[in-house]
């Protein structure tokens, strides 16, 4: 997928520029279920880089052969953006990450060691003078081959401060010219997150040599709000992901990071580069391809963000937006389409539903997803923005995936045993198999693990929502697969409630086989 504002411009950095590290592809990915392949990464780069973040961290080149692939297609294909690889502090990780990101235009390694008591002694068995010298060691060698070398203090805000200045001054001496102090297990607070940051930038004699970056983990809630302290306290670069995914409770959002700056500029005088207009596609794109809905609530990007309730709200509303909006829709990519869109209309008309919505497909795609409207119209009295952006959305999700859902029949009724017949393409060659079960999802699902066996996975989790009201609607499906510690989540939309089922599980499949490598299909993880 492409869109309409593609143009690439260099970012403007001025002394009150917060620069946005965005870690949607490495820490985001690291979220328990979310696994991305190549063009999926390529498609959130793509859109990124039109959001305007600065620097875009694609990923930890040496985790897998996958990491590796990712992180050099994204540096080959990034315009404008910083890219930077994860690395250790190993010479090994350092060199893989080089390799890695030295196709960019503007490449960085992102090297990190822990630097509190606790994850010194337990998991790293080192003691502090050693921690020092691997600093040193590392920080030097990632100079020696990148010009540009960010160094993080893991675990940063429970590190004694005297060890953590010694630290900071040790990677800036070595060469590194980003410091970011992450909140690794999102213990601070705004107050102790600002006076760390405040208290370093003072008292590191060569500190102003380097840009203060923070990186948040939203374990308390606080992500955000601990992040923009750490702006007014010095820091100039944040790290943060789109809808705020990342390590368990996730990390700071982009568009919420973006969005209080902008919107609070009166009291924290800082800009940063993003585009506003384009969060809500970002937001869309992201959630599409990770499976990860958007809570409804949730801050800028949620479906009620702008939606209001009350009567005395909407009375307020009528007569001045601004009783109870303090930004407009519009200014976060929200479009209000006049468009009504049935079966009677045609590719033009959709094209243009798509435009106002903020999509433009490749022409393949496109037809793809017009035969899918046409289906839809057919079925439905009334199609919604949200059942195109559900489609769409649906399109992008699975348009790479090896194994895809072909036909789906049901019987199913009082008189059991429900009995599914299913075909799946895989890997380009259609295969049919019928199965009975436990009702027709469990037949369904059989039938899945019939054509593509996968015996040690799990199914964790199975939801169905409506994606707007009447019975008519559109089902969305989630399904959240196991196997070996790794989990996998997929989504599926369609008005038969069935045929989103399949496409849900076979999407959550599709990804397993991404986190297990690529043995082929019908091969188990030990297998
Ligand atoms: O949370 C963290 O400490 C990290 C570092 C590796 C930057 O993600
Ligand atoms: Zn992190």
């Not at 033009?348 to 409207?373: I, P, S």
């Not at 019939?450 to 008519?472: F, Q």
């Amino acid at each position: 997928m492409t869109n309409t504002t593609n143009t690439i411009t260099t970012n403007t950095i001025t002394p009150d520029t917060v620069l946005i590290f965005d870690t949607t592809l490495r820490d985001g990915e690291q979220s328990p279920g979310c696994s991305m392949n190549l063009e999926e990464k390529l498609q959130v780069a793509a859109q990124l880089e039109t959001l305007g973040v600065d620097i875009i961290e694609a990923g930890f080149a040496i985790a897998s052969e996958g990491d590796f692939q990712a992180v050099s297609e994204v540096a080959r294909q990034c315009e404008r953006a910083t890219v930077a690889s994860l690395a250790r502090a190993a010479i090994g990780d350092i060199d893989r990450a080089w390799e890695a990101v030295r196709h960019a235009r503007r490449p960085r390694i992102h090297t990190f060691l822990a630097t509190s008591p606790l994850h010194m002694r337990v998991k790293l068995n080192k003691s502090p003078e050693e921690v020092i010298e691997a600093i040193a060691r590392s920080v030097a060698h990632a100079r020696n081959i990148c010009p540009d070398v960010e160094w993080s203090a893991e675990d940063a805000t429970r590190s004694e401060p005297d060890f953590l200045a010694r630290a900071i001054e040790t990677a800036i001496a070595a060469g590194a010219r980003t410091i970011n102090l992450p909140d690794t297990v999102g213990y601070a607070t705004p107050e102790t997150y600002g006076a760390m940051f405040r208290d370093m930038i003072n008292r590191v004699p060569n500190a102003d040599l380097a840009v203060f970056s923070t990186h948040c983990h939203n374990d308390l809630g606080l992500a955000v709000a601990n992040s923009l302290a750490a702006v007014l306290a010095g820091a100039r670069q944040v790290e943060s992901t789109i809808n705020g995914i990342g390590e368990r409770a996730g990390n700071a959002a982009v568009e919420e990071v973006a969005m209080a700056l902008k919107v609070r500029h009166d009291v924290m005088p800082a800009r940063t580069n993003i585009v506003s207009t384009e969060i809500t596609r970002a937001s869309r794109l992201v959630s599409g391809i990770t499976g990860f809905q958007v809570q409804p609530n949730k801050a800028i990007v949620g479906a009620n963000a702008f939606a209001h309730e009350s009567g005395i709200h909407q009375d307020g509303m009528i007569k001045d937006k601004s009783t109870y909006e303090i930004m407009t829709p519009e200014s976060v990519g929200v479009t209000h389409s006049s468009l009504v869109m049935g079966k009677h209309s045609g590719r033009a008309a959709f094209r243009q539903k798509l435009e106002e919505l903020g999509y433009t497909l490749g022409d393949n795609a496109f037809q793809d997803a017009f035969v899918r409207f046409k289906a839809l119209a057919d079925a439905k009295k009334a199609v919604f923005d949200e059942d195109i952006v559900a489609l769409v959305d649906d399109e992008v999700l699975r348009g790479h995936d090896r194994i895809q859902v072909k036909e789906v029949e049901i019987y199913c009724g009082s008189n059991g045993p429900q009995r599914a017949v299913l075909t799946l393409e895989i890997d380009g060659e259609d295969k049919t198999t019928t199965s009975r079960g436990n009702g027709p999802v469990d037949a369904l699902f059989n039938a899945v693990r019939i054509l593509v066996p996968h015996d040690k996975s799990v199914l964790e989790r199975y939801e169905v929502n409506a994606i707007t009201g009447g019975t008519d609607a559109q089902a969305e499906v989630s399904v959240l697969l196991s196997e070996d510690g790794r989990t996998t989540r997929g989504r599926g939309t369609h008005h038969d409630t069935m045929v989103a089922s399949a496409r849900a599980y076979v999407n959550a499949l599709n990804k397993l086989l991404v986190k297990r490598g690529r043995a082929p299909v019908g091969v188990s993880a030990a297998g």
